[in-house]
């Protein structure tokens, strides 16, 4: 796992030390032996762990700076893109999100043993329910998701914990369903206060699927209204006829 991992983040230019290498170690230890007994991951082949969760997480650094930054991670699962940030940055300052209690038991127990995570967080809650909570509704310069929604979905979800100015990392395919997702997703976007400003395409091998980040910036604040119930969301899209 770590031979790739060290290999991949040197082609594209992400420097690693030897510390952040044995914490992201310790984490992948970790998140084996407990997917023996739990479903975190169906990924599970060592240069496969390396770079569609390790890799692909850690691609992030280069399109965002986290440094002192306030970070969401909004269905993060395992910990996906959160914890190999994390264990990548001990300093970060992140709030990892699921809805599932057991995702953020296994995160909770994983950060305890590896230590060093003192900024860091992971909640088990609603993306929608923290919107609408004065203690994370705009309170983030950063948020991050992978796998968990459609866009105009996800935006819904996402947009209202951003502060103006902040950004969303939206880690979606690079294929023409990516494209559509986010088409159809531009009026939600804009309704919650958002404007795409770049996407940022990447293949980390070429037996990988291609990547793109999709980069949102709140440039206004989300109206009252929003984010409204889960069930209105998903059976109601912003945008949707
Ligand atoms: N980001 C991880 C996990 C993706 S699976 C990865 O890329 O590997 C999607 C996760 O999103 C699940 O763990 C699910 O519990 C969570 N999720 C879905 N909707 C959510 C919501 N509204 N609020 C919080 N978590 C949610």
Redo the contacts with the bound molecule.
């Keep these: 796992m770590l031979d790739t991992l060290k290999a991949i983040l040197a082609e594209n230019d992400i420097e690693i030390n030897e510390n952040q290498i044995k914490r992201i170690d310790a984490f992948y230890e970790l998140l084996m032996e407990k997917n023996r007994v739990m479903d975190l991951?169906n990924i599970t082949e060592p240069r496969e762990v390396a770079l569609r969760?390790m890799a692909d997480s850690l691609f992030l650094l280069k399109c965002a700076d986290f440094g002192g930054k306030k970070v969401a991670?909004?269905?993060?699962?395992?910990?996906?893109?959160?914890m190999p940030l994390l264990m990548y940055d001990e300093n970060l300052e992140i709030t990892m999100?699921?809805?599932?209690g057991k995702?953020i038991d296994f995160i909770n127990d994983t950060m305890g043993k590896i230590g060093n995570c003192g900024k860091a967080q992971a909640i088990t809650?609603?993306?929608?329910?923290?919107g609408v909570d004065k203690k994370h509704r705009e309170k983030y310069d950063l948020v991050t998701?992978?796998?968990?929604?459609p866009m105009n979905i996800l935006a819904e979800?996402t947009l209202p914990l951003l502060k103006v100015g902040g950004k969303f990392l939206a880690?979606k395919s690079a294929n023409e369903e990516g494209e559509k997702e986010l088409n159809d997703a531009l009026f939600a976007i804009k309704t919650l206060g958002g404007k795409v400003v770049r996407s940022i395409d990447y293949q980390l091998a070429a037996d990988c699927p291609k990547r793109r980040i999709v980069i949102i910036e709140k440039v206004k604040n989300t109206a009252d209204q929003y984010p409204r119930k889960?069930a209105k969301i998903k059976s109601k899209p912003l945008g949707s006829k």
């Design positions: 991951t969760h991670d909004i269905g993060t699962g395992a910990g996906f893109p959160g999100v699921d809805s599932t995702r809650a609603r993306a929608e329910d923290l998701s992978r796998a968990v929604a979800l880690m889960y």
